[in-house]
């Protein structure tokens, strides 16, 4: 048996938000000869769960990384078999700092996003996401529960956002792991999380070994996972850093079946 690793966003998903036929044909297939084909994606469970579904129905085994490796689920059973959060105090943190720079925040609670303030960032999110928002006085303090990771985005101002990660690094080196998943979004999750250590968690359980592994993605928060396989992919409209973390790139893009395209040439052959 062989998993394949992929991330939603600019990987699996094309301009649309959509699974292509042809990807989600090439999916079934594997899957028939005995391979997995597992979501990994910094997206909530909520937010993935359209495209577990979809996988799920043409998949014997089902499992997906969500959170950036914060939560591995098993879509069969609908049981969680790991996961990891942020303490409480440590997202009061974060979300004081990100307002010292004016920076939007928000976290995750029962399937809702959490934030302070209605924004330019938050509408584009949830309309990404197709998630529910809540807007709270103070959403750390309204938490009933540990979250698994907590978001800031800036769409106008990327040295600003810069300027906020660098201003976490010291106090995050023993609290947070921090990374980008796109232009616009720094992901702050559980310290050692990431979909790299999600994958070896995963393995670990299924009793995969590492050699029969591929991951494909396109962003910062793809790297680990990238390094964690046998075989890391990079989407040929990849950012140039992953590109140069990967063992192969494809030669499709995610408008163009780059999924099936590595399905077709490593998992079925």
Known sequence: MKILFTDLDGTLLNKEKKISSDDLEAIARASRQGNITVISTGRSLSSARPYIDQLASVQEQCYAIVYNGGLIYDCRDQKVLYQKTIPLPYVDYIFRQAEKFHIHCQTYENGYVLASRDSEELREYASHTSMPVR???DPPGALTKEPFKVLTS???DKPLHQAYRHSLEDWAKDKISLFFSSEYYLEHVPLGVSKGSGIRHL??????????????GDAENDISMLKAVHMGIAMANGEEKVKKSADHITKSDNNHGGISEIIKNFIEN
């Open 135 to 137: 807007i709270l006085p």
């Open 154 to 156: 800036c769409l106008h």
């Open 203 to 216: 393995c670990g359980l299924l009793d995969v070994p590492i050699e029969n592994t591929y991951a494909a």
